[in-house]
């Protein structure tokens, strides 16, 4: 029979290039011992993307390659100087602002060709932290309380930084359309608000002001499936080691011990049930597809306040990444997952095909 072939698409503008690298690296490996024939697609913060060798990619070599871009309707990608590439499928692992927020979705949309992850409207939502909390909230899950910023607000700020001090220390200022915890300060005091704001504004147009609570437990939980068949992870424990107060960037990427993954979370039956069937409600009022992962804080005096924090509908897929890793005490190895996605890619595109086009 003859292997299915998967384009992974990696790399991106974002801040979160060098970790969507990284992905790529665990996926085209994982996909390959899967069975799948794999083509490395490879997208510079600027430039044409290219296709380039996985060995490369899996050796640290160069990343170069030929030109391609994607034939519109097409249902393949178009070399530069000629010929054609059609993979059955398509696995999107770019990380943040235009790889997960909607933006590539619509583009591989317009291909026509399958590719693993959720949609265009479910990316989208799930990357704006303010939109996926009020989704949440809606549907009846508990969250914090938050103030927002906005760009055309940030010249007379004042009053909304007087509002977000009510809510209490500590608070968490966080870009609203940001991944890897990137931007993203605690607050202890009035004094540290204006400054965490401004940089949170370095990468994002709006600014989430979030009550925190104080020495919160992280609990994370991995869901894969779809509309027709969601399942979730056991849940895990992110627990910030040495300087770290929360699982910031340099905690999850910079610092080999930067934090400690407790698999399972060391939580009650009854609390982890509860945050496992939540993190599949959440998933689907999203309109969820293939793969999210689902962030939660706990009360560390009452493990029954659950709150939820956000969603990342394209978590990393790096070697000591938590997605995978809750998968694999879930009881899949990594190269399972990525089977199961890629065939619910396929079945989500052979449902879509089959629905009418035409007025009548």
């Not at 977000?164 to 004094?191: C, D």
């Not at 993954?261 to 969820?288: D, H, M, N, Q, Y």
Request: net charge positive; charged share 25%; glycine share 10%.
């Amino acid at each position: 029979m003859k292997k299915k072939i998967v384009g992974v698409i990696f790399g991106g503008k974002s801040s979160e290039h060098e970790v969507s690298i990284e992905s790529a690296k665990t996926v085209c490996a994982k996909l390959e011992k899967a069975g799948f024939s794999v083509l490395a697609f490879y997208a510079p913060r600027s430039g044409a993307w290219r296709l380039v060798k996985v060995k490369d990619l899996l050796s640290d070599g160069k990343l170069a390659g030929p030109e391609i871009e994607p034939s519109l309707g097409g249902g393949c990608f178009v070399k530069k100087g000629g010929g054609r590439l059609k993979p059955d499928a398509l696995f999107p692992i770019i990380h943040g602002s235009t790889g997960e927020d909607g933006v590539l979705q619509g583009l591989l949309e317009l291909t026509g060709i399958p590719y693993a992850g959720c949609g265009v409207t479910a990316s989208a939502v799930g990357m704006d932290k303010i939109i996926s909390k009020e989704l949440a909230a809606l549907d009846g899950i508990p969250v914090l309380p938050h103030v927002v910023i906005r760009a055309h607000q940030k010249a007379s700020m004042a009053p909304l930084l007087k509002k977000a001090m009510k809510l209490g220390f500590p608070l968490f200022v966080k870009p609203v359309a940001q991944g890897s915890s990137v931007g993203i300060t605690k607050v202890k005091r009035p004094a540290g608000l204006r400054p965490a704001v401004l940089n949170a504004f370095r990468f994002d147009t709006a600014v989430m002001i979030e009550k925190g609570i104080d020495r919160a437990r992280e609990i994370v939980c991995g869901v894969l499936g779809s509309s027709a068949a969601a399942k979730a992870s056991v849940t895990g424990e992110v627990v910030p080691k040495g300087r770290h107060e929360f699982y910031d960037y340099e905690a999850k990427y910079l610092d080999n011990d930067g934090m400690e993954l407790k698999l399972p979370a060391p939580l009650s039956v009854e609390t982890s049930e509860k945050l496992r069937a939540l993190a599949v409600k959440i998933f689907l009022a999203l309109g969820g597809s293939g793969l999210a992962r689902v962030d939660f804080f706990v009360d560390p005096k009452d493990e029954k306040k659950v709150y939820f924090c956000e969603i990342n509908t394209l978590p990393g897929f790096t070697s000591h990444s938590l997605y995978p890793r809750l998968w694999e005490k879930t009881g899949l190895k990594p190269e399972k997952v990525l089977k199961e996605l890629v065939g619910i890619a396929l079945r989500a595109a052979a449902q879509k095909r089959r629905l009418s086009i035409a007025r009548k």
